[in-house]
Structure formats: C-alpha cells, structure tokens
C-alpha cells in the first residue's frame, strides 16, 4: 500500500530565470501526482510536498540534479493520507508561485545569497553541536522566529517568543528596543525548518546582535534527533492538514484552548469565516472565536 510522507524543502542560491523554474517545478509535480506549495525568487526555493513515497523521492532526486538545487536542505515526516489518486490528503491543491522573497520577512532587499547560501547569516549549529553550547554555556538565549501562535503549542524550554503575527512583524520588533539586552548574549534563532532562521539571524546580525546561531534543519531536525528528551517541549505547528506534529508518545501539551482552557496540541482557524487568526482549540469547542470576533 503507497505510503504517504510530507516533504519540506528549502535552499537559498541565485536562480536567473524564476520564471522557467516554477514552469518546470509544476509540471515535475503535477506528473508525480503532488500537492503542496512551492515558492521560488531569485534567490532560490522554499516548499512543502505531500504524496506517495516514492514520487516524492523521484522528485528530490530530479529537482537536485540541477545545480542550483544541489545542497537543498530536505526533511521527512508522516503525512496523514492519499487519496484514491494517491495524492495527498495534506494538503488541496498544487501552489507553485513566484515571489519576491520565498520567506516573507518585507525585506527582500537586505538578502544577499551567493551559491553557498545567504551571506551573513548567524552560525549553523546541528543539534548535537546546539547541545554543547548550552552546557558550555550559562547566557544561551533560545529565539523563536516564527509567529507567536505557532509557540502556543511547542517551543524550547525558556525561549523568548516575539509577539509578532507574521513574519512581517519581525524587523520591527528588531528595531523596536525589546531585544537589544540579548545584543551582547548568545542567541540561537530556531524555526519549523531552518528557512525563517537563515534570513532572520542576517537580519538580527545587520542590526547589532553580536553572537547569533541558527539551529540548523530547524524543529524538524532537532526532533528527529532528540524527540521529546532534549530541550524541545511540546508539539510542532505545521502550515498544512496535519495541523501540528510530536516526534514522541511523550510530547508535553503546552497548549491551552482558547475557550475553557484545557489542555490540547490542537490548532483551528477562527471560527469567522473574515478571520484568519489560529487559534488553539479543543474538539469540544471546535467553533470558537478569536477575541476580536467575539461579540
């Protein structure tokens, strides 16, 4: 029976023709039978897969033979289904677009990425080498750079979480003054996949942080490594059908739902349908508000 696997991807590298990519992004996955979203700039490829295992190995092994695609960062999860065409339960559509960046930060004219990735980003740390820091250690800084709402339901232990909907919101937030008592402290940025952590760590660096890491291979390779028995409490959001992963049968539940407080991993847009906020939701209050819709 096909077996149903979630691909997300990403790499930062300088592509002349975005255009005649997506061209051939689609058709790649339209051929294999994929659904998900692919975001392609001039400055390389950001996407998420789902479908029958071996069409999604058939397309990384066809998408890295070009050069550019080569060093693409890659990791695997569970999916949650195929349908009878076997595509993807995950996700309702094929999305392969065309953008000014292919992570949202408003700054795309900050970014410089070469053939070995982005310039000036902070240090990659794997999850081994993240773990000797800290016990090396006593000033390390977790920072959370993706939405607030995706902490709700899973974040590292002590982490500073920024308030900011969107990624948007986080030059801003940089600029603000909040954050410039971590400028001389070690601060390590961390994210779903380790895409948002190579552009926010450059952005943190131009700004005046003056040691600044990223947890390479973001949540997803941090979990794979060291499940619920690290420094990672809780469940990982994911911007698909799943809703949220656990890398365990042990994962704590952080999350607290919106409406009578009880304990759940479970994230649900607001139930106004003009609203796009995410709340966290229990099964038994599956129609909740956010407070701004809550008359």
Request: hydrophobic letters at 35%; glycine letters at 10%.
């Amino acid at each position: 029976m096909p077996v149903p696997k979630i691909l997300l991807f990403y790499v930062f590298a300088p592509l002349p023709d975005p255009e005649a990519i997506r061209l051939w992004q689609r058709e790649l996955c339209e051929n294999l039978g994929l659904r998900g979203r692919i975001l392609i700039s001039e400055d390389g490829i950001n996407g998420t897969l789902g479908g029958e295992l071996d069409a999604l190995k058939r397309y990384l092994r066809v998408t890295k033979e070009y050069k550019a695609f080569r060093q693409l960062d890659a990791k695997w999860s569970e999916g949650s289904g195929l349908n009878a065409d076997n595509s993807s339960t995950d996700f309702p559509k094929l999305s392969v677009k065309v953008r000014d960046e292919i992570v949202s930060f408003g700054a795309p004219d900050e970014l410089r990425v070469d053939e070995n990735g982005v310039v000036g980003g902070g240090e990659r740390l794997a999850p081994g080498q993240l773990h000797q820091l800290v016990a090396d250690r006593d000033d390390v800084v977790f920072f959370d750079g993706r939405n607030r709402f995706e902490a709700e339901i899973g974040r590292f232990r002590d982490a500073v979480v920024p308030d900011v909907a969107n990624t948007r919101e986080f030059v801003a937030a940089l600029e603000s003054g909040a954050y410039d008592h971590l400028k001389d402290k070690p601060v390590v940025t961390y994210c779903t996949g380790g895409i948002r952590c190579e552009v926010l760590s450059s952005l943190m660096r131009t700004r005046g942080f003056q040691e600044v890491y990223q947890l390479e291979g973001g949540i997803a390779r941090y979990g794979e490594a060291y499940g619920d028995d690290g420094l990672w409490d809780g469940s990982l959001y994911v911007f698909d059908g799943r809703g949220s992963l656990t890398f365990s049968d042990h994962a704590a539940v952080l999350g607290r739902c919106a409406t009578c407080g009880t304990a759940t991993s479970r994230m649900r847009n607001c139930a106004d349908l003009s609203c796009r906020k995410q709340l966290v939701v229990c099964d038994d209050c599956d129609t909740a508000v956010c407070a701004e819709h809550a008359a």
